[in-house]
Every structure is written in structure tokens, then in C-alpha cells.
């Protein structure tokens, strides 16, 4: 059942990134589909948090930190967006999960985490696959430049 | 253009999820994180919306649709994730396998429904870049 779940995440989360390519050949606006994506959970987390009624005192900081954060997601989400309009699905998402690594550098530096040689490994993978999908971007817009044809 | 938005997604993108690392260090209760949550959201709707709202924009059916669409996928998704944790698998296995199959899924339907066609470069860096989210979910 576990492993089950694992998958079906897998599946719902590629079909997420399927359908928002999907909204961006509908002619979708892009940041009119960001709004509705992020009210709908806005709006259930607000049913949850009313419902939970969380006892105690939150300190500000939470608030800040969440809107600031909360900022930072849907100017990705409006980025991605923006870049499967003029490049390819795959890469955006893989840009998308690659960023995961952000917080990675950002622990180790703020919280002196552990770096380990697989984190090492992961993050030197991340900035080499980085490099192949910006040369494969410059490849691919010289050789549209000298033959509009193959553009999508 | 498109190297500028990479570097946004990288970087913003990277830190949205941060948040949660913080509250845990500064070890409040768990249920700070539905309160937390609403004001996340309701933080990035805001960013979007307002700029909107000022241009006199309105949101059209295609956009409540697809923004539906997505929402739903995005919790169904997390629902699965938590279900798969708290059914005992690790996060080791949990996350390279939600991560890394959700590109497998995005890579298939771009190559099959959109049509995209990868050059040698683009497609070692999705080899590679794959590689790395899956060793990022184990670590």
C-alpha cells in the first residue's frame, strides 16, 4: 500500500506538471492560472486551520517568514509558467525539482549541517546537468535561428 | 530570457519550501504548520493577484479550470506522499520515487502529447539532472 502511494504521488505530480502544459496550449493566462491554483489550497488550509483552532500563540516570525516564502513559490510557479511557453515541459520541471538543492546549500551554510559525499555527489550532478540543459538551449535556438521551421 | 526565468525558478522555487525547515529548527508545535500553510498560500496568491486586480484583469474559465486541475493533482500528490510515510516506507524511498517518477511522467508526455524533441546536450542534462533530484531525495 505504502510503495502503491509512492507511485500514485509520482503519477499526480507528473500529470501537474502535464497539466499545466496542457493550460499553456489552452492559452491559459499565466498568472490567472497561478491565483487559481493557489486559492483553491488557500482556501482549504484556511478551512483546516479553522477547524484544527491551533491552541497557543504564534509568534509573528511565522507570518513573515510564510508570506515571504509563500511569494517565493508562486514567483516560480509564474516562472515555470512563463518558461514551457518558450521552452521544453521537461526541463522546467526538472529546473523545478532540481531547485531542491537551493535549501540543501542554504542548511549546511545556516544551520551547519552535515555535508556528506552524497550531498556533494547530488549537487555537482545538479550543476553539471545544468550546464548540458543551458548549452542543449543555445543549441537548439542557433539552430532554429537558421531554420525557423523547427521551431514549435 | 529563458536562462533569467531558469535562475528565478532555481532560486525561488529552491527556497519556497524553507519555511518548514525554520519553524522546525525553532522547534514549534506541529499545529503551527496549518496556520503557517494558509498564510503561505494566501502570501503567494496575494503577489499574483494584486498586480491583477490592478490591471483590471479578471480570471477567465480556462484559468479557474486548469487552476482547479492543478490544485487538485498538487494535493493528491501530497495526500499520497504523507500516506506512503506514515505507512512506514522511508523518506529515502518515498521522495526519489515521487520526485523522479513525476519527471519520468512530464518527460513521457512531453515527448508523446507535446511533441518535444530532445537534442544530445538537453538530453544528458535531463539524464544527469534526474540522477541528481533522486540522490537529493536520498540524502
Redo the contacts between chains.
Keep these: ?3 502503491l ?19 499553456e ?5 499565466a ?12 482556501l ?3 478551512v ?2 479553522l477547524a ?1 483552532r ?3 500563540h ?2 509573528t ?3 513573515v ?16 509558467q ?2 514551457i511557453r ?19 546549500v ?2 549546511i551554510w545556516m ?1 551547519h549541517e552535515k555535508l ?1 559525499p ?2 556533494v ?3 555537482g ?2 550543476l ?10 543555445v ?2 535556438r542557433r ?1 532554429i535561428a537558421g531554420n525557423p521551421s523547427k521551431g ?1 | ?3 533569467l ?2 535562475l ?12 518548514l ?3 522546525a ?2 522547534k ?2 506541529e ?2 504548520k ?12 496575494a ?3 494584486l ?2 486586480l490592478l490591471k483590471g ?1 479578471r ?2 474559465k ?3 479550470f ?13 495526500i ?2 504523507a ?2 510515510l506514515s ?3 522511508p523518506g529515502h ?2 521522495f526519489p ?15 508523446l ?4 524533441r ?9 539524464a ?6 533522486v ?5
Design positions: 500500500m505504502g510503495l502511494c509512492c507511485f500514485l504521488g509520482a503519477i499526480s505530480f507528473g500529470l501537474l506538471g502535464t497539466a499545466l502544459k496542457a493550460a496550449r489552452s492559452k491559459a493566462d498568472a490567472g492560472l497561478v491565483v487559481s491554483a493557489y486559492a483553491w489550497p488557500a482549504l488550509m484556511l483546516r486551520t484544527l491551533p491552541g497557543g504564534i509568534p516570525k511565522v507570518y517568514i510564510a508570506v515571504i516564502f509563500g511569494i517565493c513559490a508562486a514567483v516560480a510557479s509564474l516562472a515555470f512563463v518558461s518558450i521552452g521544453k515541459v521537461t526541463v522546467g520541471w526538472l529546473m523545478m525539482n532540481l531547485s531542491a538543492g537551493v535549501p540543501v542554504v542548511s544551520y556528506t552524497l550531498k555527489g547530488a549537487l550532478l545538479a553539471v546537468s545544468i550546464f548540458f540543459l543551458s548549452w542543449g538551449q543549441t537548439e539552430a514549435e | 530570457m529563458w536562462f526565468l531558469m528565478v525558478i532555481l532560486l525561488t522555487n529552491g527556497m519556497s519550501a524553507f519555511g525547515k525554520m519553524i529548527a525553532w514549534l508545535s499545529t503551527v496549518y496556520p503557517y500553510l494558509t498564510a503561505w498560500y494566501a502570501g503567494g496568491l503577489a499574483i493577484a498586480p491583477m484583469m480570471l477567465g480556462t484559468e479557474i486548469w487552476g482547479g486541475v492543478a490544485g487538485a493533482l498538487s494535493i493528491g500528490g501530497q499520497a506522499m500516506v506512503a505507512s512506514g516506507i524511498m518515498v520515487i515521487a520526485i523522479g517518477g513525476s519527471i519520468f511522467v512530464v518527460a513521457l508526455a512531453g515527448r502529447i507535446f511533441g518535444e530532445m537534442n544530445l546536450p538537453t538530453t544528458l542534462g535531463l544527469l539532472g534526474f540522477t541528481a533530484v540522490l537529493l531525495g536520498v540524502s
